[in-house]
T-cell receptor
Framework: QQQVKQSPQSLIVQKGGISIINCAYENTAFDYFPWYQQFPGKGPALLIA???DVSEKKEGRFTISFNKSAKQFSLHIMDSQPGDSATYFC??????????WGAGTKLIIKP | NAGVTQTPKFQVLKTGQSMTLQCAQD?????MYWYRQDPGMGLRLIYY???????DKGEVPNGYNVSRLNKREFSLRLESAAPSQTSVYFC????????????FGPGTRLTVL
C-alpha cells in the first residue's frame, strides 16, 4: 500500500528523443506527486510536481502525466539532451505528510 | 549562504565502530530528515524531526540514533556500525508545508568494512 513502483530501472535515449519514466501506486490517500532529479555526487533536487486534481503539468521540456483512475503517473522529457543524464526519482506524499520514494531510474542520453 | 551542509563527505569505518554524521542548515526551516540511498532501493527515511527537540522514526531506524538539539543542526549517530549500513546518507529540509518540497544536502558516503 505504501509502495511507489518505478520503471524502468535504467533508460538510454538518443539526443532529441523523448524519455519516459513511469510510476505506479496503490494508496489512494497519496495527494502530491513530485519528481526529483539527481546528478552524480549530488543530492536529489525537485524537478516538477503535480497534484491529483490535475491530469498534466508541463514545465519547459518536462511534463508529468497523471492518471488517477489507473493510479499511475509518468515523467516525459521532450527533446532529451545529454545534460538531462541523471537519476530520476518519483515520489508520493502520504497521509502523514511523508514522501514515499520510487527506486529511481538512471537515464542516459546518447549524443 | 550554504543551504545544507553535511560532514564528513566520505567516511570508512570498521565493523563495530561508532560515528556521528552532522547536518547543518542556514535556511531556518523546522523539518529535517535523514535518508539513506542504496542502489535500486531509492531513498529510505531513517529519522525525521518536525522541530527542535522532536524526532520520529522513519522506515529504517534500526541501528541509528538522532539528535536535534537546536533548529540548525540534526545529527545521525551509528553506535556500532555494520556492513549493512554502507550507504550514501542524505540530510534534507522541508521547504514548504503545503507541498513537502525537500531540499537535500550533498550527502555522506559511508563504507563499513
Amino acid at each position: 500500500q505504501q509502495q511507489v513502483k518505478q520503471s524502468p530501472q535504467s533508460l538510454i535515449v538518443q539526443k532529441g528523443g523523448i524519455s519516459i519514466i513511469n510510476c505506479a501506486y496503490e494508496n489512494t490517500a497519496f495527494d502530491y506527486f513530485p519528481w526529483y532529479q539527481q546528478f552524480p555526487g549530488k543530492g536529489p533536487a525537485l524537478l516538477i510536481a503535480i497534484r491529483p486534481d490535475v491530469s498534466e503539468k508541463k514545465e519547459g521540456r518536462f511534463t508529468i502525466s497523471f492518471n488517477k483512475s489507473a493510479k499511475q503517473f509518468s515523467l516525459h522529457i521532450m527533446d532529451s539532451q545529454p545534460g538531462d543524464s541523471a537519476t530520476y526519482f518519483c515520489a508520493a506524499r502520504d497521509s502523514n505528510y511523508q514522501l514515499i520514494w520510487g527506486a529511481g531510474t538512471k537515464l542516459i542520453i546518447k549524443p | 549562504n550554504a543551504g545544507v551542509t553535511q560532514t564528513p563527505k566520505f567516511q570508512v569505518l570498521k565493523t563495530g565502530q561508532s560515528m556521528t554524521l552532522q547536518c547543518a542548515q542556514d535556511m531556518n526551516h523546522n523539518s529535517m530528515y535523514w535518508y539513506r540511498q542504496d542502489p535500486g532501493m531509492g531513498l529510505r527515511l531513517i529519522y525525521y524531526s518536525a522541530s527542535e527537540g522532536t524526532t520520529d522514526k522513519g522506515e529504517v531506524p534500526n541501528g541509528y540514533n538522532v539528535s536535534r538539539l537546536n533548529k540548525r543542526e540534526f545529527s545521525l549517530r551509528l553506535e556500532s556500525a555494520a556492513p549493512s549500513q554502507t550507504s550514501v546518507y542524505f540530510c534534507a529540509l522541508k521547504l514548504s508545508s503545503s507541498t513537502d518540497t525537500q531540499y537535500f544536502g550533498p550527502g555522506t558516503r559511508l563504507t563499513v568494512l
